[in-house]
Protein backbone atom coordinates (compact mmCIF):
# COMPACT_ATOMS: atom_id res chain seq x y z
CA UNK A 1 0.00 0.00 0.00
CA UNK A 2 2.82 1.85 1.00
CA UNK A 3 4.36 1.67 -2.39
CA UNK A 4 1.43 2.79 -4.57
CA UNK A 5 0.96 5.40 -2.75
CA UNK A 6 4.30 6.55 -3.10
CA UNK A 7 4.25 6.23 -6.76
CA UNK A 8 1.21 7.93 -7.00
CA UNK A 9 2.75 11.00 -5.18
CA UNK A 10 5.90 10.65 -7.56
CA UNK A 11 3.34 10.84 -10.68
CA UNK A 12 1.92 13.78 -8.88
CA UNK A 13 4.53 15.54 -8.48
CA UNK A 14 6.30 14.65 -11.84
CA UNK A 15 3.00 16.12 -13.27
CA UNK A 16 3.19 19.62 -11.49
CA UNK A 17 6.55 20.26 -12.30
CA UNK A 18 5.99 19.68 -15.84
CA UNK A 19 3.23 21.90 -16.10
CA UNK A 20 5.54 24.72 -14.48
CA UNK A 21 8.11 23.90 -16.78
CA UNK A 22 5.99 24.81 -19.61
CA UNK A 23 4.37 27.52 -18.36
CA UNK A 24 7.67 29.22 -18.06
CA UNK A 25 8.25 28.58 -21.64
CA UNK A 26 9.74 31.82 -23.76
CA UNK A 27 6.98 31.34 -26.67
CA UNK A 28 5.28 34.65 -27.80
CA UNK A 29 1.90 33.42 -26.68
CA UNK A 30 1.84 34.62 -23.43
CA UNK A 31 2.65 38.23 -24.41
CA UNK A 32 0.74 40.80 -23.04
CA UNK A 33 0.42 44.03 -25.00
CA UNK A 34 -1.61 47.20 -23.98
CA UNK A 35 -2.74 49.82 -27.05
CA UNK A 36 -2.93 53.19 -25.81
CA UNK A 37 -4.40 55.61 -28.42
CA UNK A 38 -3.54 59.47 -28.90
CA UNK A 39 -4.93 62.28 -30.75
CA UNK A 40 -1.82 64.99 -31.93
CA UNK A 41 -1.71 67.75 -34.50
CA UNK A 42 -1.96 71.26 -35.12
CA UNK A 43 -5.31 73.23 -35.41
CA UNK A 44 -5.98 77.25 -35.51
CA UNK A 45 -8.05 79.29 -37.07
CA UNK A 46 -8.23 81.54 -40.29
CA UNK A 47 -10.80 83.62 -39.07
CA UNK A 48 -11.68 85.02 -35.23
CA UNK A 49 -9.77 85.52 -32.02
CA UNK A 50 -13.05 83.26 -30.42
CA UNK A 51 -12.49 80.37 -32.99
CA UNK A 52 -8.59 80.58 -32.52
CA UNK A 53 -8.77 80.19 -28.82
CA UNK A 54 -11.52 77.28 -29.54
CA UNK A 55 -9.17 75.68 -31.34
CA UNK A 56 -6.92 75.04 -28.74
CA UNK A 57 -9.56 72.29 -27.39
CA UNK A 58 -9.58 70.25 -30.76
CA UNK A 59 -7.06 67.62 -29.20
CA UNK A 60 -8.60 67.96 -25.84
CA UNK A 61 -11.89 66.57 -27.36
CA UNK A 62 -10.58 63.63 -29.65
CA UNK A 63 -8.49 62.94 -26.31
CA UNK A 64 -11.68 63.15 -24.23
CA UNK A 65 -13.71 60.42 -27.05
CA UNK A 66 -10.57 58.15 -27.55
CA UNK A 67 -10.55 57.71 -23.12
CA UNK A 68 -14.54 56.73 -23.36
CA UNK A 69 -14.55 54.66 -26.35
CA UNK A 70 -11.73 52.96 -24.94
CA UNK A 71 -12.93 53.34 -21.06
CA UNK A 72 -9.77 54.71 -19.90
CA UNK A 73 -6.38 55.54 -20.56
CA UNK A 74 -5.66 52.34 -22.31
CA UNK A 75 -6.74 48.96 -23.71
CA UNK A 76 -5.42 45.49 -23.73
CA UNK A 77 -6.87 44.27 -26.68
CA UNK A 78 -6.96 46.31 -30.11
CA UNK A 79 -9.87 48.75 -30.25
CA UNK A 80 -9.15 51.29 -33.84
CA UNK A 81 -13.16 50.51 -34.59
CA UNK A 82 -14.32 52.34 -31.54
CA UNK A 83 -11.92 54.75 -31.52
CA UNK A 84 -12.32 56.24 -35.31
CA UNK A 85 -15.72 55.88 -34.54
CA UNK A 86 -15.76 58.27 -31.62
CA UNK A 87 -13.37 60.64 -33.54
CA UNK A 88 -15.37 60.79 -36.56
CA UNK A 89 -18.20 62.32 -34.49
CA UNK A 90 -15.62 64.79 -33.24
CA UNK A 91 -15.06 65.24 -36.83
CA UNK A 92 -18.70 66.48 -37.78
CA UNK A 93 -19.12 68.62 -34.67
CA UNK A 94 -15.90 70.75 -35.04
CA UNK A 95 -16.74 71.30 -38.94
CA UNK A 96 -20.32 71.97 -38.07
CA UNK A 97 -19.21 74.11 -35.29
CA UNK A 98 -16.19 76.11 -36.69
CA UNK A 99 -15.86 75.82 -40.56
CA UNK A 100 -12.81 77.88 -39.76
CA UNK A 101 -10.50 75.40 -38.57
CA UNK A 102 -7.33 74.50 -40.63
CA UNK A 103 -4.64 71.64 -39.90
CA UNK A 104 -4.86 67.99 -38.89
CA UNK A 105 -5.30 65.94 -36.35
CA UNK A 106 -3.73 62.36 -35.98
CA UNK A 107 -5.00 59.50 -34.19
CA UNK A 108 -2.46 57.28 -33.60
CA UNK A 109 -2.29 53.75 -31.81
CA UNK A 110 0.71 52.37 -29.19
CA UNK A 111 1.34 49.23 -28.47
CA UNK A 112 3.23 47.82 -25.89
CA UNK A 113 4.67 44.83 -24.75
CA UNK A 114 4.47 44.23 -20.72
CA UNK A 115 7.12 41.60 -21.15
CA UNK A 116 10.00 43.59 -21.84
CA UNK A 117 8.44 47.25 -21.23
CA UNK A 118 9.10 48.65 -24.38
CA UNK A 119 7.28 49.93 -27.18
CA UNK A 120 6.42 47.53 -30.38
CA UNK A 121 4.79 49.65 -32.99
CA UNK A 122 2.97 53.43 -32.96
CA UNK A 123 0.66 53.48 -36.33
CA UNK A 124 -1.18 56.13 -37.38
CA UNK A 125 -4.83 55.14 -37.87
CA UNK A 126 -6.40 58.35 -38.88
CA UNK A 127 -6.29 61.50 -39.79
CA UNK A 128 -8.63 64.25 -39.81
CA UNK A 129 -8.20 67.30 -42.37
CA UNK A 130 -9.46 71.03 -41.35
CA UNK A 131 -9.61 73.18 -44.19
Not at 29 to 42: I, K, L
Not at 62 to 76: E, F
Not at 118 to 130: A, C, K
Amino acid sequence: MKSTLRNWLFLVCALVTLIGVSACSDDDEGTTYVYTYTAGGEVSSSGSIEGGLSALTAITDYTAAIQQAIGGSYATELCDEKVITACEAVYATHRANHPEWVGEIHISRGQYDLSTGETSSSTTIQTYTYE
